[in-house]
């Protein structure tokens, strides 16, 4: 069992920047992938960013290469999502995620573990 609890989420205008983390709590965080995933409000769940077990591969959705950047610190069991130049289509619940399985997992079936969500919401 993994507990993810994401934070960092809030109103900013557009252009700005905001960054979002995800505390993992429960099996070994460092041998799973990683991802960030966001839903809008009558849209389905969408990929954004995955990280790799190690870190050392990280791949985009291409709604947001160049903008955003996800990173991992294993010894603090901890994932990032630093996100900028953020645009008003930005505005969505973002999610965390655990996989265990291919590399990328870009698909939401992929995830075993989510977390709440944390609310990033974009002003024009």
């Known amino acids: 069992q993994v507990q993810l609890v994401e934070s960092g989420g809030g109103l900013v205008q557009a252009g700005g920047s905001l960054r979002l983390s995800c505390a993992a709590s429960?099996?070994?965080?460092?041998?799973?992938?990683m991802g960030w995933f966001r839903q809008a409000p009558g849209k389905e769940r969408e990929f954004v960013a995955a990280i790799s077990w190690s870190g050392g591969n990280t791949y985009y959705a291409d709604s947001v290469k160049g903008r955003f950047t996800i990173s991992r610190d294993n010894a603090k069991n901890t994932v990032y999502l630093q996100m900028n130049s953020l645009e008003p289509e930005d505005t969505a619940v973002y999610y965390c995620?655990?996989?265990?399985?291919?590399?990328?997992?870009?698909?939401?079936?992929?995830?075993?573990?989510w977390g709440q969500g944390t609310q990033v919401t974009v002003s024009s």
């Open positions: 429960g099996r070994t965080f460092s041998s799973y992938h």
């Open positions: 995620a655990v996989a265990d399985r291919r590399w990328p997992p870009i698909l939401t079936n992929e995830y075993d573990y």
